[in-house]
């Protein structure tokens, strides 16, 4: 397997794709493309580096990715300016089925199960990587984005593929502002989509989950009101008043998304020391108009689902983010594999300028792939998607490191 990685970061995008690709083929002795992951940052023109990107491979090889606020490759992490990047796939033993369906907005279960249909033909399918769009209506000065939701379409996906293939993915955002955001379909850019590529053959996929968040002080609350991915009560109270007794102040109710604070379900025994890989964090994304409640990024809550306030803890996400990584490919070297390629879709939420912290979280994956001397491409997400305890899931305020391994 041949992996060449370019990257890239100025306004003229068309010239941009076409310096990026380059990079690439030449990087990794690249002379038969097979499918390309490619992000950049929504400050560019996508068409005009998605033509660039073609300029050089041709109009045949499938380009699968899109918006992403930041870029992370081996020798560079960045999310400042106009960041864009590509990694070049050529394999004689790994093979991919290419799939892309629109009007994510209408029925996001509509749509999973539409890709899962085109897809469901490789009965041998080892891992599905998808891509979708976050935004369904951007944010406005006063009120919170609207978000499609990853928990019904991976239901959708599921439901049609009823195999154990795990999904591995992300929820595409350009920028902080979470305005709208495009896919890089195979063929074509879209919007309001949702791509995936099903691969099968000669490799074993394997990946860690980056944790990062601390219970604020380990009480339940339970949800007494809820509708779809909004909150209005815990326990019986609204919950913009907890969040401002919690705050001490109100600055919180202008944030989109909020800074810090995150809602965390527990997955394991109730009030037993807590493990951080048995949490399903959710980012807020910002208080409603009218103050009588806020958004949260997936509507996979419910009344009577008991949660906690979760605070942001940067040092466990540098530990984890090192750990995790260090551990993953210790696992495949004492294995007797070979780590052919890494991918690590990151929250943009856990970028040192975000949280005003020094170090930036995945220059510690990084180093680990430096070390080991393997190829790394990676992106700034709003959503990630991967299984966790035993269930595909979108994920908020998490790295997801995808490491494909010789078999």
């Given at each position: 397997?041949?992996?060449?990685?370019?990257?890239?970061?100025?306004?003229?995008?068309?010239?941009?794709?076409?310096?990026?690709a380059a990079r690439a083929i030449e990087k990794g002795n690249i002379d038969r493309p097979d499918c390309?992951?490619?992000?950049?940052?929504?400050?560019?023109?996508?068409?005009?580096?998605?033509?660039?990107?073609?300029?050089?491979?041709?109009?045949?090889?499938?380009?699968?990715?899109?918006?992403?606020?930041?870029?992370?490759?081996?020798?560079?992490?960045?999310?400042?300016?106009?960041?864009?990047?590509?990694?070049?796939?050529?394999?004689?033993?790994?093979?991919?089925?290419?799939?892309?369906?629109?009007?994510?907005?209408?029925?996001?279960?509509?749509?999973?199960?539409?890709?899962?249909?085109?897809?469901?033909?490789?009965?041998?399918?080892?891992?599905?990587?998808?891509?979708?769009?976050?935004?369904?209506?951007?944010?406005?000065?006063?009120?919170?984005?609207?978000?499609?939701?990853?928990?019904?379409?991976?239901?959708?996906?599921?439901?049609?593929?009823?195999?154990?293939?795990?999904?591995?993915?992300?929820?595409?955002?350009?920028?902080?502002?979470?305005?709208?955001?495009?896919?890089?379909?195979?063929s074509y850019v879209s919007n309001q989509s949702v791509v995936g590529i099903m691969v099968t053959g000669?490799?074993?996929?394997?990946?860690?989950?980056?944790?990062?968040?601390?219970?604020?002080?380990?009480?339940?609350?339970?949800?007494?009101?809820?509708?779809?991915?909004?909150?209005?009560?815990?326990?019986?109270?609204?919950?913009?008043?907890?969040?401002?007794?919690?705050?001490?102040?109100?600055?919180?109710?202008?944030?989109?998304?909020?800074?810090?604070?995150?809602?965390?379900?527990?997955?394991?025994?109730?009030?037993?020391?807590?493990?951080?890989?048995?949490?399903?964090?959710?980012l807020i994304t910002g208080m409603l108009p009218n103050g009588e409640g806020i958004g949260i990024f997936?509507?996979?809550?419910?009344?009577?689902?008991?949660?906690?306030?979760?605070?942001?803890?940067?040092?466990?996400?540098?530990?984890?983010?090192?750990?995790?990584?260090?551990?993953?490919?210790?696992?495949?070297?004492?294995?007797?594999?070979?780590?052919?390629?890494?991918?690590?879709?990151?929250?943009?939420?856990?970028?040192?300028?975000?949280?005003?912290?020094?170090?930036?979280?995945?220059?510690?994956?990084?180093?680990?792939?430096?070390?080991?001397?393997?190829?790394?491409?990676?992106?700034?997400?709003?959503?990630?998607?991967?299984?966790?305890?035993?269930?595909?899931?979108?994920?908020?305020?998490?790295?997801?490191?995808?490491?494909?391994?010789?078999?």
């Amino acid at each position: 397997m041949k992996v060449g990685i370019g990257y890239g970061n100025e306004k003229d995008a068309l010239s941009l794709g076409n310096k990026i690709a380059a990079r690439a083929i030449e990087k990794g002795n690249i002379d038969r493309p097979d499918c390309i992951f490619a992000f950049c940052n929504g400050r560019l023109d996508y068409d005009e580096f998605f033509g660039g990107l073609q300029s050089v491979v041709g109009n045949e090889v499938p380009i699968i990715g899109g918006s992403a606020i930041g870029i992370i490759t081996n020798d560079y992490l960045s999310y400042e300016g106009y960041p864009a990047g590509a990694a070049i796939l050529q394999s004689d033993t790994i093979k991919h089925t290419v799939a892309a369906v629109d009007d994510l907005d209408k029925d996001a279960k509509l749509a999973g199960k539409k890709l899962a249909e085109k897809l469901s033909h490789e009965r041998e399918g080892k891992l599905l990587l998808m891509f979708y769009d976050s935004i369904k209506i951007p944010a406005s000065d006063n009120q919170p984005p609207v978000l499609n939701a990853s928990s019904p379409l991976i239901k959708g996906i599921e439901q049609e593929l009823q195999s154990n293939v795990p999904i591995i993915g992300a929820g595409l955002v350009g920028d902080y502002a979470l305005t709208s955001t495009n896919q890089f379909c195979g063929s074509y850019v879209s919007n309001q989509s949702v791509v995936g590529i099903m691969v099968t053959g000669d490799f074993k996929p394997l990946f860690r989950i980056m944790h990062g968040c601390t219970p604020l002080d380990g009480v339940y609350h339970r949800i007494t009101k809820i509708e779809g991915s909004v909150i209005y009560e815990l326990d019986g109270k609204p919950i913009v008043e907890m969040i401002d007794e919690l705050y001490g102040n109100q600055d919180w109710r202008h944030q989109h998304p909020v800074d810090l604070l995150t809602i965390g379900r527990y997955h394991g025994k109730k009030f037993e020391e807590p493990k951080e890989a048995k949490y399903v964090n959710r980012l807020i994304t910002g208080m409603l108009p009218n103050g009588e409640g806020i958004g949260i990024f997936e509507p996979d809550f419910e009344e009577g689902t008991e949660i906690q306030f979760m605070l942001r803890d940067t040092a466990k996400m540098l530990e984890s983010a090192k750990r995790n990584s260090a551990e993953l490919m210790e696992q495949i070297k004492a294995d007797g594999r070979k780590a052919l390629f890494g991918l690590y879709i990151d929250c943009a939420g856990r970028a040192a300028s975000y949280l005003n912290a020094k170090i930036e979280e995945a220059s510690e994956v990084q180093k680990v792939f430096n070390r080991y001397n393997t190829p790394l491409f990676g992106f700034y997400s709003g959503v990630e998607v991967a299984p966790l305890l035993q269930k595909s899931r979108g994920l908020d305020w998490t790295g997801v490191l995808l490491v494909l391994a010789e078999q």
